[in-house]
């Protein structure tokens, strides 16, 4: 595996292109609302030749076209799994579920965003211990290989989760994949590369849907992660639904 910048790898920008709020201006949008000021961060990497990748996969590219009259249309090549993306159960099994047949608030809940040991006991003595009472849970490797084991994917299953993220390449170090057909036989989708440098550790409202690519396999996104009074609204409305 190429190494790869803290937090994805795909996060940082070319020269020349830096995104608000890593100049240190307040991310767009953000604001004060009931229970607190609100502070939105950008979670998704570029998607662009430098995008996080699996080693061997084709990087993302742009190809321009000009009408007669001037007008650009690009066609955006790019394999289903590079940049920030979701892992849907067809990735690993057969005449599973695609991108297209889950609805956008799949997609949105209050997420938990975790700075993952690199060990893999530990982590799994750090989760065993953890209450979950998210359904969305983001583990933040930075540079460290990904330690998440089928143990520790048996026990997220077991806690009900709806989706397992982080900034590695994968949420495992390879073959045979045992973490990947826990998590996606049981409908727990997998959201990789993601970009988390900025995000303090803490509980945030998570709003990340993919596009809905028909048959898809894996699907590029988008996802922020939001604090402050959104997220405590969407925590009471979310527990109220529960009871």
Same mark, same amino acid.
């Given at each position: 595996?190429?190494?790869?910048?803290?937090?994805?790898?795909?996060?940082?920008?070319?020269?020349?292109?830096?995104?608000?709020?890593?100049?240190?201006?307040?991310?767009?949008?953000?604001?004060?609302?009931?229970?607190?000021? =609100?502070?939105?961060?950008?979670?998704?990497?570029?998607?662009?030749?430098r995008a996080p990748r699996f080693p061997g996969d084709t990087p993302p590219s742009l190809e321009p076209h000009f009408s007669p009259d001037g007008w650009r249309i690009s066609s955006l090549l790019m394999?289903?799994?590079?940049?920030?993306?979701?892992?849907?159960?067809?990735?690993?099994?057969?005449?599973?579920?695609?991108? +297209?047949? %889950?609805?956008?608030?799949?997609?949105?809940?209050?997420?938990?965003?975790?700075?993952?040991?690199?060990?893999?006991?530990?982590?799994?003595?750090?989760?065993?211990?953890?209450?979950?009472?998210?359904?969305?849970?983001?583990?933040?490797?930075?540079?460290?290989?990904?330690?998440?084991?089928?143990?520790?994917?048996?026990?997220?299953?077991?806690?009900?989760?709806?989706?397992?993220?982080?900034?590695?390449?994968?949420?495992?170090?390879?073959?045979?994949? !045992?973490?990947?057909?826990?998590?996606?036989?049981? +409908?727990?989708?997998?959201?990789?590369?993601?970009?988390?440098?900025?995000?303090?550790?803490? =509980? %945030?409202?998570?709003?990340?849907?993919?596009? !809905?690519?028909?048959?898809? +396999?894996?699907?590029?996104?988008?996802?922020?992660?939001?604090?402050?009074?959104?997220?405590?609204?969407?925590?009471?409305?979310?527990?109220?639904? +529960?009871?």
């Amino acid at each position: 595996m190429p190494p790869r910048p803290r937090g994805g790898g795909g996060g940082r920008l070319p020269e020349g292109r830096i995104h608000r709020h890593q100049r240190g201006h307040p991310p767009r949008g953000a604001g004060t609302g009931k229970g607190g000021a =609100v502070r939105i961060y950008d979670i998704g990497t570029v998607v662009g030749p430098r995008a996080p990748r699996f080693p061997g996969d084709t990087p993302p590219s742009l190809e321009p076209h000009f009408s007669p009259d001037g007008w650009r249309i690009s066609s955006l090549l790019m394999t289903t799994h590079s940049a920030s993306h979701y892992d849907f159960p067809l990735h690993m099994i057969p005449g599973g579920a695609a991108a +297209d047949d %889950y609805p956008a608030d799949r997609f949105i809940g209050l997420a938990r965003l975790l700075d993952a040991p690199a060990d893999p006991d530990g982590l799994l003595e750090l989760l065993s211990r953890l209450p979950m009472r998210e359904r969305i849970l983001l583990l933040r490797f930075g540079p460290a290989p990904p330690a998440l084991t089928a143990p520790a994917a048996e026990l997220l299953v077991e806690r009900g989760l709806s989706i397992v993220g982080t900034d590695a390449l994968s949420v495992e170090q390879g073959p045979p994949f !045992p973490v990947h057909r826990t998590l996606l036989e049981a +409908d727990v989708l997998v959201l990789e590369n993601l970009s988390l440098d900025l995000p303090p550790a803490g =509980v %945030y409202l998570f709003v990340g849907p993919p596009l !809905p690519v028909e048959g898809g +396999d894996g699907a590029p996104c988008r996802p922020i992660l939001i604090s402050g009074g959104l997220a405590s609204g969407f925590r009471r409305t979310e527990t109220e639904s +529960d009871t």
